[in-house]
């Protein structure tokens, strides 16, 4: 064999034995990744699916559970809300066992209209004056007042008895109607 000088002769690597852990990291840095199993892939493709159905369900919850402050801040919800058949009490306030007779003192007829107050609230709640109309067979208004409730505030869970009464109703009212009287009413009804 000839010796050549300045002919630099790089040294032979040994390889790892193929039992050793040297060869299973060896390996691992030259195959390619192996296919992960379908299960785990199909789980994979299903989390944004399921995080998104979790979403929607948590949303219509938030929005059923919610609804009184919603139309609180966005009045045309109530029509939504009507559409699904869910009711939305804004003045947390209910009106019960309403009920209305004409009653003559002296010459004069005088409607008398009585019925409870009921705060559907955990917490106390501020009454508003009670809108009242006399309707005809017609269904048109023939005549409307508004009347202070007994109480302006009422407790959690709380009722008050009302009556209002109308000296002279219209001799063609067939019906009541009872209501809470909106803020522009009630402010119309004081001046």
Not at 4 to 10: D, E, L, R
Not at 114 to 135: Q, S, W
Not at 147 to 158: D, S, T
Request: net charge positive.
């Amino acid at each position: 064999m000839r010796n050549v000088v300045g002919k630099h002769i790089p040294p032979v690597r040994s390889t790892p034995a193929p039992h050793s852990d040297e060869w299973d990291d060896a390996r691992a840095w030259r195959e390619p990744p192996r296919e992960s199993d379908p299960i785990h892939n199909r789980r994979e493709r299903l989390l944004p699916l399921i995080a998104a159905i979790i979403a929607v369900v948590f949303g219509a919850m938030a929005l059923i559970g919610m609804r009184e402050k919603i139309v609180r801040v966005v009045p045309l919800a109530t029509a939504l809300y009507s559409a699904i058949g869910l009711k939305v009490n804004v003045a947390g306030l209910d009106l019960r066992g309403v009920t209305s007779k004409i009653v003559t003192e002296g010459a004069r007829r005088v409607l008398t209209v009585e019925g409870e107050i009921v705060n559907l609230r955990r917490t106390a709640n501020r009454v508003p004056p009670m809108a009242l109309a006399v309707r005809g067979a017609d269904g048109r208004e023939r005549y409307a007042w508004t009347a202070a409730a007994p109480k302006m505030r009422l407790a959690a869970g709380e009722s008050v008895q009302f009556r209002a009464r109308l000296a002279a109703p219209p001799a063609d009212g067939t019906e009541v109607q009872v209501r809470f009287a909106s803020l522009d009413e009630a402010d119309k009804s004081t001046r």
